[in-house]
């Protein structure tokens, strides 16, 4: 049999309020100062929630040039919590690492033809956080996923890139490319 526990305040033992709801389902807390808290404050302003973060897709179909680092657009955004991606590109505002994700689906590779994907901070490619891929057959469609953390400050930014080896014109598929990223919490 489940147990449940209802309260509007949680005290500490010297009487201070730090966690209050007001019944609806919204909650506020008083965080102590080791946690950034110096009365009430929210989660996000103590630097204890993944935010800014947002999540984007391809739109439409998009023509990705034989062997050229072409910039992936990421004109659809399913959310942003911070108003911090635009124009393709991610800004976060506020200092720390993010854990940025990405995948991808692209029409058909042949024999030892390949794809990467890379994040790009400030104009240049990151160190790492690439995938590759060579298909051991013909016409084999590729699709991949990959994640990669990076620290940054208020004014860095990352955009994310494509290349590809096939020998002409290929085509990234809308609503199954996507880029995301998220601030790690703690780190």
Do not use: C, H
Not at 8 to 32: E, F, M, R, V, Y
Not at 137 to 159: F, H, L
């Amino acid at each position: 049999m489940a147990s449940t526990i209802q309260v509007d305040k949680i005290q500490d033992t010297g009487g201070n309020t730090i966690l209050q709801s007001d019944g609806s389902g919204t909650a506020t807390t008083t965080l102590p100062v080791g946690f950034g808290g110096t009365g009430a404050a929210t989660l996000a302003a103590a630097g204890l929630a993944n935010t800014p973060a947002f999540f984007g897709v391809l739109a439409s179909n998009q023509s990705i040039s034989n062997a050229t680092w072409t910039k992936v657009l990421i004109a659809t955004e399913k959310w942003d919590t911070d108003g911090t991606f635009a124009s393709n590109k991610f800004t976060p505002a506020v200092a720390g690492k993010y854990l940025f994700t990405y995948g991808f689906s692209q029409d058909v590779i042949d024999d030892s033809e390949r794809v990467d994907m890379q994040l790009y901070k400030n104009g240049v490619a990151y160190g790492f956080g690439y995938i590759q891929t060579s298909s051991p057959g013909t016409n084999i469609p590729s699709g991949y996923m990959g994640s990669v953390p990076v620290e940054m400050n208020t004014t860095d930014y990352v955009e994310l890139y494509i290349y590809q080896s096939s020998g002409e014109t290929a085509t990234l598929y809308a609503n199954r490319t996507t880029f995301s990223a998220m601030k790690i919490i703690g780190a």
